[in-house]
């Protein structure tokens, strides 16, 4: 079975940087378009950022371009998402996403999630 495991949530200041990871088992890594969504409390999940199965190609949601990085290294299975300038609007459940042969840019693409990790930012 596919799993993906997020892992580098955390609370940091308004201002601060923290780095996501996303690590996947169970499935053919290089074939699959991988993202990130977000979902705040009382909001519905949204989209944040997606990277190509090659990396060539990257979408960024406008509330987060020019502050987030996401990037990927295919022989550790792995997906990130560098995150800097942070503020409160970021505050949210960060999830990380799957799709086969194409970019997650949102829900109904996604064929694989990961449970989840808090990002907490204080002011």
């Known amino acids: 079975q596919a ?3 997020e892992s580098g949530g ?5 201002g601060g940087s923290l780095r996501l990871s996303c690590a996947a088992s169970g499935l053919t890594f290089s074939i699959y378009g991988m ?3 977000r979902q705040a409390p009382g909001r519905e999940r949204e989209f944040v950022a ?7 190609t990257t979408l960024y949601a406008d ?5 987030f990085t996401i990037s990927r290294d295919n022989a550790k299975n792995t997906v ?9 609007e ?8 799957a799709r ?21 930012i204080s002011s």
């Open 3 to 5: 799993q993906l495991v």
């Open 10 to 14: 955390g609370l940091v200041q308004t």
């Open 35 to 37: 993202g990130w969504f």
């Open 50 to 56: 997606a990277i190509s199965q090659r990396g060539s």
């Open 63 to 67: 509330s987060v371009k020019g502050r």
């Open 80 to 88: 990130y998402l560098h995150m800097n300038s942070l503020n409160s």
């Open 90 to 97: 970021d505050t949210a459940v960060y999830y990380c996403a």
């Open 100 to 120: 086969r042969f194409g970019l997650p840019t949102t829900r109904l693409d996604v064929g694989y999630w990961g449970q989840g990790t808090q990002v907490t």
